[in-house]
């Protein structure tokens, strides 16, 4: 099932032989050490779960021991590594992919190579690697797994974007170009809830270069107008919060834009059917998150007069199918795009020894948080 979704587990972790891990809070994990005349990887710091929870429980900071790294492997020296709900959405259990505990948590990251086994020619020590297609168990210092596993990039990229250039903004330029044919040259809008996220701010920018209008939805939370006026800063031609748009007829604040055929939701709730409201007569909403995890409820004139059409999108499952050579080029062009400063988006980078920390503020314990990027 794993492999048939493209997902490829790295060895090291759970090639243990008996060691005393240390929990981050508190805890401590027995694992065994693995032990070979090889060559092998150094000993790896892993945030590791052993059973599916809650991430601020079950999750510990534990020491990994060296693994053998095989003639065709590659070992990475994580730089940076990135929360996002679909980690946690693991870690809880509640993802349909998902490797069985105990996990190292992580599905993406960026890392510099360490060593590499006696057959590869492709990467040498010092090139900087992202998993592509991603991969579990991103949250290590060092990783040890396949060649073919692990895409070469730029170093010039700052490393907070290389780590997260495939989860979001690949699904942003996917959703762009995939879902509906958007025509730039008569000016077609989209709309979207969950304007701030960084699928939604890759969005924004990606729309705007190509010449689509952009309506973006926002949820009431402190510091709506700095919201706004960053989001406008990126490219969004209307920025309204979900309260704002407690009108009768949404379409009357749309003012010279055309109505959206397109729509991306990634809430649920009240925020899915304001991006409703907003499409036009055959427009599609695209499902691709439940962050409100309220469900999408649409109206039967929805359907019967305005012919709406509801579609999903799962990045998962888009490069399950044979994408892999077609999605590094997408990562490429976007990588491209964050080196001419023409995408970008918020983060914070957090100190591995602080990922508890980062941890809360990914699960919204300290309020709205920009997304939150493990330096190792
Ligand atoms: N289907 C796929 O293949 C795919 C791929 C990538 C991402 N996703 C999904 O896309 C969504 C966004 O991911 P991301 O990494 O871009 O997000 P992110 O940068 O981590 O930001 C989280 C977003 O969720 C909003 N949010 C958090 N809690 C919320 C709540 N209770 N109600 C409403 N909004 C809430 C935040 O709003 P504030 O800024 O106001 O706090 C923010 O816009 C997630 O659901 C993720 O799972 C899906």
Redesign the pocket.
């Known amino acids: 099932m794993l492999r048939h979704l493209g997902v490829h587990a790295p060895r090291l972790a759970f090639n243990f032989k008996s060691s005393l891990i240390h929990g981050g809070r508190g805890k401590t994990l027995t694992t065994r050490a693995f032990s070979s005349s090889a060559a092998v990887s150094p000993p790896s710091k892993a945030i590791v779960y052993e059973a599916h929870g809650e991430p601020d429980t079950v999750t510990k900071l534990v020491e990994v021991p060296a693994v053998e790294v095989k003639e065709k492997d590659v070992c990475v020296k994580m730089l940076a590594a ?1 929360i ?3 980690d946690i ?1 693991r870690i809880q259990g509640v993802y349909p992919v998902r490797p069985e505990p105990p996990a190292v948590g992580g599905y993406e990251g960026v890392g510099e190579v360490h060593s590499v086994g006696s057959s590869v020619t492709s990467l040498s020590p010092g090139d900087w690697v992202i998993p592509s297609p991603p991969s579990f168990g991103t949250w290590q210092t060092y990783i040890v797994n396949d060649e073919k596993v692990w895409h070469k990039i730029e170093k010039g990229v700052p490393m907070e974007y290389a780590a997260t250039i495939t ?2 903004p690949l ?1 942003a330029l996917l959703m762009l170009e995939h879902c509906v044919t958007l025509n730039s040259g008569t000016g077609d809008a989209i709309v979207q ?10 969005v924004i920018q990606i729309a705007k270069s190509r010449g689509i209008h952009n309506i973006n939805i ?2 009431d ?1 402190p510091g709506v107008d700095e ?1 706004k006026e960053r989001l406008k800063n990126l490219g969004a031609d209307e920025v309204s919060t979900e309260s704002e748009l407690e009108v009768k007829n949404v379409k009357s604040l749309l003012g010279g834009i055309p109505e959206p055929v397109l729509g991306f939701n ?2 649920g ?1 009240n ?1 899915a059917s304001l991006v409703l409201k907003f499409l036009r007569q055959g427009g599609t909403m695209v499902t ?6 309220k469900p999408v409820s649409v109206s039967t004139s929805s359907f019967i007069f305005k012919d709406i059409s509801l579609r ?7 490069l399950s199918t044979d994408k892999a050579e077609e999605s590094r080029g997408m990562i490429d062009r976007l990588l491209s795009l964050v080196q001419e400063g023409k995408l970008k ?1 918020k983060m914070d980078l957090a100190p591995f020894e602080d990922f508890n920390t980062a941890l809360d503020k ?1 699960l ?1 314990k300290l ?5 939150q990027v493990i330096k190792f």
């Open positions: 990135p996002n709900p679909s959405n989860v979001n699904t809830n969950g304007a701030t996220s960084m699928v939604g701010q890759c926002i949820r939370r919201v990634c809430v709730g925020a691709y998150g439940g962050m409100s995890k999903g999108f799962w990045l998962q499952k888009w988006y990914a919204g309020g709205s948080q920009p997304k």
